[in-house]
């Protein structure tokens, strides 16, 4: 796996587009929601990046790359222990200790040798082959009287390997053969049965490419949060890698447990169990001490004074403003499912990083849906409530097996992932879309996420374009379109819509105001403990659009204003009314003057150019005008003619 985050041309939104505007409104409006209500797409890691059980190091990074650069957010990583080699592996099966991890060969040496007892190690299980990976056949490993053979090939094509003849050793007289490849893109494959592996698969590369994931978006536009869920098994035996595992004797000593391993590289990144136990115990030191922009809404935890006047909290989580631009953390880690077989493994080691089973993933298993996509039941969104605690939807995670085929149509799955979303539930993907992983074709895997967006109509926020400057900067104003499932479009900012108004501490309390007015005044429209606002969550979202319907005004065709505007910046959306000011206004004049720089000196080139070649065919022609006078004759008969000069 590719130590470094890559993502393929193509796959990351540019900077300043119109999805990178999208994403970066969602993130914006949910920045002080705590964070388990706030929906972000998910993926196993084996369906998107492993359906094929070979584990290859850089197409699995690669993978990895296009699935963070289209938008996931939540990954689920199996991870088995080899205890022979001491790692935590993406491999199911245990690579034996004799199969070395591959270097490239140095300049001077096209050959590598393997001692008589790897050879003898290596050869003694009879469902161990090591192959080379471009082949179409697998070089099968036998046992016999005669010789034994172990191939050992990477995935660089075209070029052999050198055939060494190996000392006699305790298979008898045979003479083991070994071929080693250069090392190229993917270290060395290793098959043993099913599975086709690299011996450095392993999770210090997973870790290695977060890091550079986080290190290049750290800035206040791309930053967001992940979150990892762990699973834990035991490496199956290379002998019988389809049997059942069995415990491992030995197990994860202190610098091999997962803490210590994601500590390694990410440790100033992590946001713990042990950070949130003392945010909790005392809010007058943590969530109340940042700026406004930074502290949790709290309509959606409680709070309780202790015996000495201090504010604490047993349900409230951080905002991701406070977690990630506060605290500069990016991830939290999560327990999955443990097998049987790691039962004895010491969690109590893990327990200050990781969180418990369950405590930032709820699994809903009453979600039930049509072959359409529509959800039948199990949605957040209710009829007959508003209330917060009767719609519980606190790090509700869907991980419902919508079934899907080998076809190109996968609209209804997408059209389940927009529903789960809008009834407040995080979708998760644990299927391989169109039979490719996320490095084959990362396409399906971007209409996934894309189809998670609920705030935003197709196409919007558009920009308008007028001769007049002053009609350009009307459209800067957002509305909740009724027609378009309450989906939002850009609308004249002076114009006179009705106004979505969020009942104070109840954010699932909608109600539209009794007239129209212009976007500057909707405030002023809003009936008594109800704001003028714009939704955070896609939950609260579905609730508007239900107050839409519910209050029958006649918005003919035009919905009703936001809270959501970019009057100060172009392309910067922003709540807080029309006097708010965009907090990323230097960075994004930047980016202009950039693009401004990209256009203008090419256009500059292109004048020079244009200047002299005019200058160039203007001494020509006049050049050429001298010298056709000089040419000129004039006959007896008193024609003149074109001729050499006499």
Known sequence: MSESYSPDPGVEPVSGSLLSTVFLSERDLGLRIPINYVTSPGVSLQAACFPRLRYEDDNSGDCLS??????????????????????????????????????????DASSATLTSASLTAASSGSMLEARQATGS???????????????????????????????????GNASPTVVVLPDSSNDPLISIGPYVCTTTINLSTFTSQILSFIEQTENTLDATLLYVTLNIHAAASDKSPLSSPSAPTDLPGALDT?????????????????????????????????????????????????????????????????????????????????????????????????????????????????????????????????????????????????????????????NFTTNSVECGISPFLNVTLLNATAHDNPIPYQNFTYSTVWSWAANEPR???????????????????????????????????????????????????????????????CPDNYRF??????????????????????????????????????????????????????????????????????AIAATIALIVTALTIFVKVVGGRRGRRRSRRRGGNGFVYEGVPS
């Not at 979202?541 to 970019?566: C, E, I, T």
Request: some cysteine; hydrophobic content about 30%.
């Open 533 to 602: 606002s714009a939704p955070r969550t896609a939950l609260e979202n579905s609730y508007l659009s239900k107050a839409l319907k519910d209050n029958h005004r006649d918005y003919d065709g035009h919905g009703a204003w936001v809270d959501f505007n970019s009057l100060d910046y172009k392309s910067c959306w922003v709540t807080g009314g029309p006097n708010a000011t965009c907090p990323y206004s230097d960075s994004l004049r930047q980016q202009d003057d950039l693009h401004e720089r990209i256009i203008l000196v090419p």
């Open 66 to 107: 296009n699935l963070l650069a289209v938008g996931f957010r939540r990954f689920e990583l199996d991870l088995y222990w080899n205890s022979g080699r001491n790692v935590w592996s993406f491999c199911p099966v245990a690579i034996p200790e004799s199969i070395p991890n591959s270097t490239a060969p140095s300049n």
């Open 463 to 525: 920009n308008y374009t007028s001769s007049s400057a002053s009609t350009e900067s009307l459209f800067r104003c957002a509305t909740a379109n009724i027609d378009l499932s309450g989906r939002w479009v850009v609308a004249d900012c002076s114009q006179k819509y009705y106004a979505a108004c969020r009942a104070s501490g109840q954010p699932y309390n909608w109600t539209i105001t009794t007239y129209p007015t212009s976007y500057s005044f909707a405030e002023d429209a």
């Open 137 to 171: 056949e697998s070089s099968s490993t036998s046992e016999t009287s005669g010789s034994s053979s172990v191939l050992v090939g990477s995935e660089l094509p075209g070029i052999s390997g050198t055939l060494l003849n190996a000392s006699p050793t305790s298979l």
């Open 258 to 414: 997962l803490s210590s391993l994601f500590y390694g590289n990410l440790s100033n990144y992590i946001y713990t169990p042990n950070n949130l136990a003392s945010d909790r115990a005392n809010l007058n030191n943590s969530w109340y001490t940042v700026q406004t922009m930074y502290k949790p809404i709290q309509d959606y935890y409680t709070v309780r004074k202790n015996q000495y006047g201090v504010d604490t909290t047993e349900d409230g989580w951080p905002a991701t403003s406070y977690v990630e631009f506060s605290k500069s953390k990016r991830l939290l880690l999560g327990w999955g499912r443990v097998d049987p077989q790691m039962d004895r493994y010491d969690f109590n080691a893990d327990a200050g990083t990781i969180f418990p089973n369950g405590y930032i993933q709820d699994i809903q298993t009453d979600v039930v849906a049509d072959s359409s996509g529509a959800l039948t039941s199990g949605c957040f969104m209710q009829d007959n409530t508003d209330e917060l605690s009767k719609i519980n939807s606190s790090w509700a995670i869907d991980t419902f097996s919508y079934p899907t085929t080998l076809s190109a149509n996968i609209t209804p799955l997408l």
